[in-house]
């Protein structure tokens, strides 16, 4: 079995799993695909009502007054920028303050962040700019950028 990019076989799978372990091996090859083509059908509606939900509470988010939440993409930007600047900037410039006043010699240490730290903030920074993008451009945006730019944003055509 291959590996499913798109999610449909999952689905499908993962209610064919369920019926094969709930049915009786004696049920008819008919009931089993009904009770699977079932299964499928209302684990999608509940994936459309999750994603329905989320884009909801993205629009009931930036609707509301508080500023604090309308900001908060920025405020994880300028948490990042504030880490990489204290990792790479004012430790070491600490550290060689304090090498030097007590005349010893001066080895930087080899300070970083983890990759982690650069996957999760680049992703962040990298959906924030998008997503500016596609408010800025007021959804207008057509083909796969404008999917694309509708996904993040959570603007149904």
Known sequence: ??????GLGSVADFAKSIVD?????????????RAETQIAQELGKREDTIVDAKAKIMVAELN????????????????????????????PIMVWVVMTMKEQVVVMPQLS?????????????SVYILGRSAEKSGGEVQGML???????GGIKK
Do not use: C
Not at 1 to 6: F, K, Y
Not at 21 to 33: G, K, N, Q
């Open 64 to 91: 509301q007054e508080d500023n604090y939440t309308k900001r908060g993409r920025p405020t994880i930007i300028y948490s990042g920028l504030a880490f990489i600047g204290l990792v790479h900037v004012i430790f």
């Open 146 to 152: 404008g999917k694309v730019y509708g996904m993040i």
């Open 21 to 33: 372990r709930v049915f009786p091996p004696s049920a008819s090859p008919e009931e089993r695909l």
């Open 113 to 125: 962040l983890p990759p982690e730290f650069w996957w999760a903030w680049g992703g962040a920074v």
């Open 1 to 6: 079995m291959g590996i499913d990019l798109t």
